[in-house]
């Protein structure tokens, strides 16, 4: 066989090995599961040496490879990132089992008893770049939700993820359940992904891509199979006329600055134009000094001209960084047509008091999340209180925002009869 | 500009009309969707005879064109086919509103409360044969799930269709909604299809296939967004060691005979080798008194030589037609290893007085709709008491089973809060 037959032949013996694991892993009870993700985070604390033996050697690489120290950074365990993770799977096994679920039941006049319960999804992949923590984070959401799981991770730190899938395996094995419900993909042939994207033969039920846009966008336009993902977080915050100033500075300065490089960050203020004279000096003091670049359109910058001017483009930035743009709008109508033109339907936030004016926003903006009142920094799983997230989705259908193990469950339609036949 | 391009731009022209009307569709109220839809209806009855001259001579022409008898069937409306497309939409329109429902609600120790509620998907493209109803049906159930919809239609009732979708849309005009809540392709040019399949720029959040299995495995292949639909409907009834033969009789033949050409008809029948000599004769007798086939394997044949012999092909059979393939299995478990290798998903039953028995087949088997005691042919939204299908699904995501107007709501996470930041 050539090269890309072998590796066709192997990704799918991966598919089918995986497809069989989940077959095991659907039927499984919630202790052995809890018990596999307790005993890989034993392993894990045992083996800490050697795996940030594995990481030092590859930090070293990436850095005589001339790689930014941004990349460096994402890469690097240390001992108190290795606690993180393992704290991470105790709070995963801790959590409540999202499979078997009854999310609905109900009876039908000739005696039929429906309900729907939560199951499986079956085979999940899992794309991502170089930080190792989605090797056990996505491991343990999939594992948790009864998911085999695939995991191709970045080839600058195949040996540290190794090291950390090593023991993740060991706690499957632990509690004497199926290795194969965690495979990783051992090739840094990219063509693997590729073959994953393509399905693997059907083997593969859903793909989620963790990592830069590049990586989001390669997944969405290749997938031959569904896809949970982000590719832009373009968030908004509106300061309508009836915001209180307070809350409009904080939430607003926090929004866009507490992280600015996270997906849930601010990129965009709009501003009501009832209120914007009276409301941005404070709100542009605060934003100022928190070292935040301003970039506003002509109303904005009449109000203000020491605001440089933004350009359509700023519209559809997702900065990431220290940047906002400001628009003014007319009222909250106003805003949900900018919203509606500009957003990447991933978070958006009204600051108001008044409550008709408030729920009229969350009702007509249609992003994955919106929110009254409060950060778009909250747009986190953990935040949520979902213990631990895969990403956030802003696709239509399935699930939409923070993606934990609950989201990563499907349901089956279960019907318990008597006897009955259809006329 | 050439042919190609002229649809293109004609297509996308189309998907940017329903993605403005599903805007404001997913906002509307519930009185104002009803309203359409049994106005829709008084304009379907005061217009029967147009209706029905346009089907005559659509029924002609394929009658001309040498088309089967069962097509022209399908194409077929009379008065009474009307009124019950009339009642389906009265029907509809007395079910409970989807969008808006409170999914789940929680709060958070910071004083977030977070909510799921459902939303409108927004675009969604229906791609069916020759059955006229499905212009109503399909239009129907979009348009009370607040999306807005794009059908095609086969080429053979085109007439007929666009009859039907006047008085639909002058249902939405009459209740004060956008027409283009709900458009019909005019073309019969081929090339529209793989226009929708692509997404028209973005603007189809989800296609529906309705018809036989080359449509739907065209849709499967070629759509580039995501699909609700169900290729085979290989259904499994399983009669257990410890069936009532009364049930067994009765759910065996009502699952093979009552209609065999639907794709919630049993296909296998499974006997447990305990008792499979002593419950096969009433089941046999039954079935071959209904005019089924009977295939079967070396076991059964065992038992009974006068059944032919299955091939492997038998047990990937749908013959939607009156042949039943038998195999004897061992035990549950045995049940459970065939369907898994030969099942579609689809619909699955198992007749024991078992209850362990019974809760081990409904757990382990993975199929989207699984029963007890009951006919594999209840696979139906109508049994299920969704009012009114759209067809049914036999992916992994977002919908399995029965597909109504609440499956074609998504949700977005709403947090209401009271000036949180996170820290």
Redesign the interface.
Known sequence: MDGASTLTAETNAMGARAKKAA?VL??VSSDKKNAALRAAAKKIAAQKDEILRANAQEIEAAKQAGKPDAFVDRMALDPSRLKGICAALEDIAAQEDPVGRVLAE?D?PNG?K?SRVA?P??VIAVIYESRPNVTVDAGAICLKSGNAAILRGGSETIETNRALYECMRAGLCASGLPEDALQLVQTTDRAAVGAILGGLDGQI??VIPRGGKSLVKRVQDDARV?VLSHLDGICHVYVDRNA?P??AV??T???KM?RPGVCGAAETLLLDKATASDLWPPIAAALRSAGCELRGDAAIRVIDPSVSPASEEDWHAEYLAPILSVAVVDGVEGAVAHI?TYSSGHTEAIVTENIET?ERF???V??????????T??ADGG???LGAEIGIAT????A???VGAAELT?????????????P
Chains 1, 2 share one sequence.
């Open positions: 077959g659907a039927h109900w039908r039929l429906i199951t999804i079956g039920d859903l569904a209180d307070e809350k904080a939430i300065v926090n929004s507490r509606e408030a969350l009702s007509q249609g992003s994955a999340i919106v929110l009254h009142n409060a950060s920094q909250y935040e949520f209180g696709g239509k259908l399935h939409r925002g923070p499907t349901y089956k339609n279960i019907v318990r009869g008597t006897g009955q036949v259809r």
